[in-house]
T-cell receptor, first 116, second 111 residues
Framework: DTGVSQDPRHKITKRGQNVTFRCDPISEHNRLYWYRQTLGQGPEFLTYFQNEAQLEKSRLLSDRFSAERPKGSFSTLEIQRTEQGDSAMYLC??????????????FGEGSRLTVL | QQQVKQSPQSLIVQKGGISIINCAYENTAFDYFPWYQQFPGKGPALLIAIRPDVSEKKEGRFTISFNKSAKQFSLHIMDSQPGDSATYFCAARKDVNKFYFGSGTKLNVKP
C-alpha cells in the first residue's frame, strides 16, 4: 500500500465552475478526513467519515461543498459554484484507531485548487 | 479562535544548532499532541507525538517537551540539518477525531 492518494494534484478553474476531488485512503483505514490548508496556515478541519457515514462537518463547509464516501472506501469532495476564496490545498487524511493505536492521521499530498 | 497557538512563524538555524518551536493551548480536553513535518508540495507527515501524562519524549534528534500545568509543548530538533528545512505544525486532538493545528513554523537550516 502506497499511502493516501489524491487526485487531481492540481486544478485550475474559473469562478462559478464545479470541481471534484478524489481521495483513496490507506486500505485498512476506516476513518477519512478532509482538511483545507491555505498559504501560511495549518490544516483546517472540513469533514470526517467513519466508514461510509459522514459524522461531522465543520462550519467552514458551506452548502456549496459536499463530500461522500460510498461503500466506505474512496471519498470525493465536490465544490459547486467555486469562488476565489475557495483557492487552497485540500488535504485528505485517513486513520485507523483500535485499542492502543493513537489513530494518527496519514495525509495525502493534497489537491491544490486555484480559482481564477 | 485558534485552539493551538504556534511560534515562531519562521526560524533560521545554522547546521548543527538546536531548533525550538513552541505551542500553547487552552483546552484541557486535548489528549494527544502530535507534531507534523511538511515539505513543499507534500502533505504533512507525523514526526513525533506525546500524551499529556508524559513530560518528555525523544526520538532520535527530535524531542517533545510537555508542560501540562502551563499548557505548553515544544519541539526541539538537535543537531539541525539542512534536510530538516520544512514547515512544522503542532497539533492537539480531542474527542478522538478532532485535530487542531497550529499555524506552522517554517524552518530554514543554513549549511
Amino acid at each position: 500500500d502506497t499511502g493516501v492518494s489524491q487526485d487531481p494534484r492540481h486544478k485550475i478553474t474559473k469562478r462559478g465552475q464545479n470541481v471534484t476531488f478524489r481521495c483513496d485512503p490507506i486500505s485498512e483505514h476506516n476513518r477519512l478526513y478532509w482538511y483545507r490548508q491555505t498559504l501560511g496556515q495549518g490544516p483546517e478541519f472540513l469533514t470526517y467519515f467513519q466508514n461510509e457515514a459522514q459524522l461531522e462537518k465543520s462550519r467552514l463547509l458551506s452548502d456549496r461543498f459536499s463530500a461522500e464516501r460510498p461503500k466506505g472506501s474512496f471519498s470525493t469532495l465536490e465544490i459547486q459554484r467555486t469562488e476565489q476564496g475557495d483557492s487552497a490545498m485540500y488535504l485528505c487524511a485517513s486513520s485507523h484507531r483500535t485499542g492502543a493505536n493513537t489513530g494518527e492521521l496519514f495525509f495525502g499530498e493534497g489537491s491544490r485548487l486555484t480559482v481564477l | 479562535q485558534q485552539q493551538v497557538k504556534q511560534s515562531p512563524q519562521s526560524l533560521i538555524v545554522q547546521k548543527g544548532g538546536i531548533s525550538i518551536i513552541n505551542c500553547a493551548y487552552e483546552n484541557t480536553a486535548f489528549d494527544y499532541f502530535p507534531w507534523y513535518q511538511q515539505f513543499p508540495g507534500k502533505g504533512p507527515a507525523l514526526l513525533i507525538a506525546i500524551r499529556p501524562d508524559v513530560s518528555e519524549k525523544k526520538e532520535g534528534r527530535f524531542t517533545i517537551s510537555f508542560n501540562k500545568s502551563a499548557k505548553q509543548f515544544s519541539l526541539h530538533i538537535m543537531d539541525s540539518q539542512p534536510g530538516d528545512s520544512a514547515t512544522y505544525f503542532c497539533a492537539a486532538r480531542k474527542d478522538v477525531n478532532k485535530f487542531y493545528f497550529g499555524s506552522g513554523t517554517k524552518l530554514n537550516v543554513k549549511p
